[in-house]
């Protein structure tokens, strides 16, 4: 009992922190008290679970322990409230999500990538199907249905079929990595298609340097498969209204010249005015003062108070300075480290959380990480410090194995 009872923990980390399950509804008021709610448990989750953590992890957690506490000083001193703005709070804690992520996997077991990919299609069909968003799409970066944040879970069943395809040598599975990469495409959020660009040479890479235990991919094999595919599709191709691909294709080629582009200026120019103010207050951020002066850019769905930038990386440089933007990038360039350097080998789940959270870094450039993001990164964790000491079932399916890990606290850093 006590295990399911930390697999629904897992879930509603995993995914409880996206629009997918609240009928793909970002604004929905239920979706933001779970967000809320979840990253107030995840602070108190910093001290409860601080001894399963790892070297790593138990360094992040007093880090971010004193940040907090500062947060909460500087909000009693400057405003007479200990909790001036949770915003500001909690924005700095989200990252925190993946320590508990980390924690908590420890007691759920591992977690097959395969039903997290079924998981991601299930919520993409009821949503865009069942729920008939999909409908309403007109291939223009005005009409999508699906958030930016629930198009990156889409790298993950992206690198899965890579992998699987890699192993197995199978043509359905080809067939679904270009189906996914494909969908990919065809929701229109190019942040996203350049993770998933940047998370194929990432696996590409690794399999050049041994580090896959799958073998490559078979080129004979795939150049074939193309070639028929081609044909197959010019014809349906050239059927599609030409107004209508110009467009897309428009809008796809914002990704190499933003300035050109309707939503990249406007990023553009609104990341060009925080970062002429990070210089003012590098090492902590502007947080609460930040906070009042609300959001520089006009829209009439923005609230009066708190900012909304897309970088991550410019939104914790302005907001909590350099040593905000550390304790970030400590937790994902550690655990990367840490899962590259533990494993000779990597699993499929090892590759594709790695992929997912490589492909996060080039996501952040141009919006703040999702939530749910923190929680794979802390599965990661759990799957570095998780290594087999022989191949698990999924890797050679007609044989059974026994599987031994090392203890993670016997990890250094």
């Not at 599975?173 to 990469?181: A, E, G, Q, R, Y």
Request: aromatic share 16%; hydrophobic share 50%; glycine share 8%.
């Amino acid at each position: 009992m006590k295990i399911w009872i930390y697999r629904i923990v897992l879930f509603v980390l995993l995914f409880g922190m996206s629009a997918l399950i609240y009928g793909g509804n970002a604004l929905n008021p239920l979706f933001d008290k779970a967000v809320s709610g979840t990253t107030l448990i995840g602070i108190f989750a910093l001290v409860f679970f601080y001894f399963r953590f790892p070297p790593l992890y138990k360094v992040v957690a007093w880090l971010l322990g004193l940040g907090l506490i500062g947060l909460i000083l500087e909000s009693k001193y400057e405003y007479g409230q200990f909790v001036y703005s949770y915003f500001v709070i909690k924005r700095f804690a989200y990252c925190g999500l993946a320590l508990m992520s980390y924690a908590v996997a420890t007691q759920a077991g591992p977690l097959k990538i395969k039903y997290a990919v079924y998981l991601i299609f299930a919520f993409y069909v009821i949503n865009q199907l069942f729920l008939g968003q999909i409908f309403t799409y007109n291939l223009t970066s005005e009409s999508r249905t699906v958030t930016s944040n629930e198009a990156l879970y889409l790298v993950i069943p992206f690198l899965y079929y890579l992998l699987m395809y890699m192993k197995d040598r199978r043509i359905v599975d080809l067939l679904l990595v270009l189906f996914t990469f494909v969908l990919i495409v065809f929701l229109l959020h190019r942040s996203v298609i350049s993770a998933a660009i940047v998370a194929l040479v990432v696996v590409a890479g690794l399999s050049l340097i041994g580090k896959l235990s799958t073998g490559g991919v078979p080129l004979g094999r795939t150049g074939a498969t193309f070639a028929v595919l081609l044909i197959v599709l010019a014809p349906l191709m050239a059927m599609l209204p030409g107004n209508k691909v110009d467009a897309f294709l428009e809008n796809i080629g914002g990704i190499l010249d933003p300035k050109e582009d309707n939503t990249g200026s406007w990023r553009l120019e609104q990341s060009e005015y925080y970062i002429s103010k990070i210089p003012e207050h590098p090492i902590l951020g502007w947080r609460y003062e930040g906070y009042d002066r609300g959001e520089i850019m006009e829209n009439e769905d923005f609230p009066e108070k708190g900012t909304i930038i897309h970088s991550q990386y410019i939104d914790m440089l302005y907001n909590y300075g350099s040593a905000g933007l550390a304790v970030n990038l400590l937790i994902l360039l550690g655990t990367l480290l840490v899962m590259y350097r533990k494993n000779k080998t990597f699993s499929i789940e090892q590759t594709v959380l790695f992929g997912f959270i490589v492909s996060g870094l080039i996501y952040a450039v141009s919006y703040q990480l999702p939530v749910f993001y923190w929680g794979f990164v802390g599965v990661g964790m759990f799957y570095a410090l998780k290594s087999p000491t022989e191949d698990t079932p999924e890797t050679n399916p007609t044989e059974e194995h026994v599987t031994e890990y090392d203890s993670p606290q016997t990890i250094h850093l």
